[in-house]
């Protein structure tokens, strides 16, 4: 009896004695997790500034064993939180003298944490442990984390470049794999380039799934900039019934317009506006498409256009944006939705100014559907 009382007693002190303990790592976690939403809430030009600073200073001295936590911090952070949680995390990696690789790639490989976090997990571990990740990385190429995803792609990239000149069969293959995979323009737009040097001719439209089949309305008033707030009758139509009626004749520019279709180029499937209606300037145009899809599901559109725009889906405004040439590229402007089963129909707005200025003349855009990781997506009739 004496002897469990002692027992007894003895392991009691020993839970006592943890209690601190337990209590001093709580209350750190704490102090780490209130730091890091103090940078999660920095914003453009200079947003949260004040805040963030001390926050980044105080995480800066944060143990590497905690890492994870940090890493955690990445999920949902916009551009500018991002790039500061970054350097944080690359700080207290520098700073380390404990073995980190471990760490990071239970991290990096574990899909329930957040992609970003789990992505520059694998930057880290690619410098501590290179080879490792390197063989991590292979199995990336369908991560759902985009950031290890493209380094699996890149991997492919320069694989199938180490062997197109001695296996250049082999290296169709493998190029073919990477085109599947990759998400990212820059990498599918350097794989059709180089599967086509291998004699292999990919389109770009084909590659990134762009709609290019449209009806369109134009030209109608964009002088002195006017038509990207006036709501002319083809976007009420659409807000109101969500559909368009291709039959309705409009009042235009300098009178009467139809729809009309028009088509994107084969090759990089941009629609040309000029060209269809005469380098018309201070101009709107509509582009009315239907799009089928098989299934609800979140979806995005994504939109190249070196002019003003406008999209609405299923008549609802998903994107805008009042900027004129300032440069252009595939998935320029990027905006989430909801993609419905059956039909959906999709409105664009694309206005051109008056600029006479040589690099002022392009009227045109590009346009897809993808699933959430860039994926595109076809119609399916």
């Known amino acids: 009896m004496h002897c469990n009382r002692v027992a007894y007693l003895s392991v009691m002190i020993l839970i006592i004695a943890a209690i601190p303990g337990r209590d001093a790592q709580s209350q750190d976690n704490s102090r780490i997790n209130t730091a890091l939403e103090s940078i999660r809430k920095v914003g453009k030009e200079g947003v949260g500034y004040s805040e963030a600073i001390p926050a980044a200073n105080q995480l800066r001295q944060t143990s590497a064993a905690k890492i994870n936590l940090l890493l955690n911090g990445m999920a949902g952070t916009n551009p500018v939180a991002e790039n500061w949680l970054r350097g944080v995390i690359f700080d207290v990696a520098r700073k380390s003298t404990s073995p980190m690789a471990a760490d990071l790639k239970a991290y990096a490989m574990n899909q329930s944490n957040n992609p970003k976090g789990r992505g520059l997990a694998m930057e880290l571990l690619q410098k501590e442990a290179p080879q490792t990740a390197s063989k991590l990385i292979t199995g990336c190429l369908n991560d759902p984390s985009l950031a290890l995803r493209e380094m699996a792609v890149e991997q492919a990239i320069a694989r199938a470049a180490d062997i197109s000149k001695q296996q250049p069969d082999d290296a ?13 323009p820059r990498q599918l737009t350097r ?17 990134f799934v762009l709609l290019t089949n449209w009806q369109s309305l134009a030209p109608m008033d964009n002088v002195d900039g006017v038509g990207f707030k006036m709501q002319y009758a ?11 009626d291709l039959k309705t004749e409009h009042n235009g520019k300098a009178g009467k317009i139809k729809w009309q279709p028009i088509t994107g180029s084969s090759d990089v499937g941009e629609v040309d506006l000029a060209g269809a209606y005469n380098k018309e300037k201070g101009a709107i145009a509509y582009l009315f498409a239907e799009f089928e899809s098989d299934q609800d599901r979140p979806a995005q559109a994504r939109l190249g256009c070196i002019n003003a725009n406008k999209i609405w889906i299923n008549g609802k405004l998903v994107m805008q944006n009042e900027v004129y040439h300032s440069g252009s590229m595939i998935d320029q402007y990027t905006a989430d939705f909801p993609l419905k089963k059956g039909t959906n129909r999709i409105l664009l707005k694309i206005c051109q100014n008056e600029q006479e200025e040589s690099w002022a003349q392009d009227w045109k855009f590009q346009f897809r559907i993808t699933d959430t990781s860039g994926k595109g997506l076809a119609s399916k009739p």
């Open 172 to 184: 169709v293959a493998d190029y073919r794999v990477a085109l599947a995979a990759a998400r990212h």
């Open 191 to 207: 794989i059709i380039a180089a599967l086509g040097k291998l004699g292999k001719e990919v389109s770009t439209a084909d590659a």
């Open 234 to 244: 083809p976007e009420s139509e659409f807000q109101n019934a969500g559909t368009i």
